[in-house]
Nanobody, 122 residues
């Protein structure tokens, strides 16, 4: 069973930057399609950025121009670089894998990490 483990969250002042990481466990899995979502208190979980199996990237309007999603298949890791952070970016950020490959095959489903808290102070 594959698991996703996020890291990199924390407290940052408005205008600052953070880079979130999402590693697969075991690391033999790589994320072919997936992305980042977030959930603020009292709100529904929402898309931040994702890429599909063909590599096409989709960003939420709130993330365009400030956030960048990337992946390093050699490290089986997905990243979210967040710049120019705003207090409204405060949320728990979740990594999601939808299509993951390993040496002998692939799995498709909704694989979520445990989430990492991002807090942006004004």
């Amino acid at each position: 069973q594959v698991q996703l483990v996020e890291s990199g969250g924390g407290l940052v002042q408005a205008g600052g930057s953070l880079r979130l990481s999402c590693a697969t466990s075991p690391s033999s899995f790589s994320i072919t399609a997936g992305g980042w979502y977030r959930q603020a208190p009292g709100k529904q979980r929402e898309l931040v950025a994702r890429f599909n199996g063909g590599g096409t990237i989709t960003y939420a309007d709130s993330a365009k121009g400030r956030f960048t999603i990337s992946r390093d298949d050699s490290k089986s890791t997905l990243y979210l670089q967040m710049n120019s952070l705003k207090p409204q970016d405060t949320a728990v950020y979740y990594c999601k894998g939808e299509w993951l490959h390993y040496e002998n095959g692939a799995v498709i489903g909704d694989y979520w990490g445990q989430g990492t808290q991002v807090t942006v102070s004004s």
